[in-house]
């Protein structure tokens, strides 16, 4: 049983019923998902889920639409968050994303997780041998899929600092900015990812 269930909309008052009026009208008259409905136990961070919410990851900003959903999901997916997912990939069905394309976006985010792993041994190691010695670990995920590289590269970025991964972190930021993705919108990758980590942290925590 959740530490923390679902504050109906019935049953919400006060600057709770105010934030959940507003998210109302971000999801256009559509019931509230649930997970902001859990929020409603701390309105502060009801309210900041929701203005994060809806600037960093529902609207348009430097990044489309799709692409903020995408890394999004690959967020949620990394965080091992269901209930964020759900909300997010009916999300992706309703802007016409294809399935392979949620699919895709976590097995990038699994991929990249990998090489986090491999690299931050390295760094941790405290022996300089593991660095001269090959990586060994296949990867095709990166540009065997349909997503476009520059997301490709926006995933791994979001991920690789979620994992805290320096070395990987820095590459694919490097890797990014080659390929022509400004830092304005890296930060709101990571504005996004942020958003999402905090997000399913609560939702994790009240299922805990």
């Known amino acids: 049983m959740s530490r923390l269930p679902p504050i109906a909309e019935s049953a919400a008052t ?17 019931p509230i998902p649930g997970p902001f409905l859990r929020y409603g136990h701390v309105p502060a961070f009801l309210q900041d889920t929701y203005m994060n919410f809806k600037k960093f990851v529902w609207s348009e900003g430097t990044l489309d639409i799709p692409s903020k959903t995408l890394v999004a999901i690959a967020v949620a997916g990394t965080l091992r968050c269901g209930e964020w997912l759900d909300v997010l990939t009916a999300r992706a069905h309703q802007l016409g994303l294809p399935e392979t394309q949620v699919s895709e976006s976590l097995a990038v985010a ?85 958003t999402m980590a905090a997000a399913c942290a609560f939702v994790n925590a009240a299922n805990a």
């Open 14 to 30: 006060d600057k709770v019923a105010q934030t959940y009026e507003r998210l109302r009208e971000m999801f256009e008259g559509q």
């Open 110 to 194: 699994a991929s990249c997780q990998m090489y986090n792993v491999f690299f931050k041994f390295r760094e941790l190691s405290g022996s300089e041998l593991f660095s001269g010695m090959s990586v060994g670990l296949r990867a095709h995920t990166f540009a065997a899929t349909s997503l476009d590289a520059k997301l490709v590269e926006l995933i791994n970025i979001a991920v690789s600092d979620i994992n805290g991964c320096k070395p990987c972190t820095s590459g694919h930021v490097e890797k990014a900015r080659h390929l022509g993705v400004s830092d304005e919108a890296m930060l709101e990758c990571i504005q996004c990812a942020s």
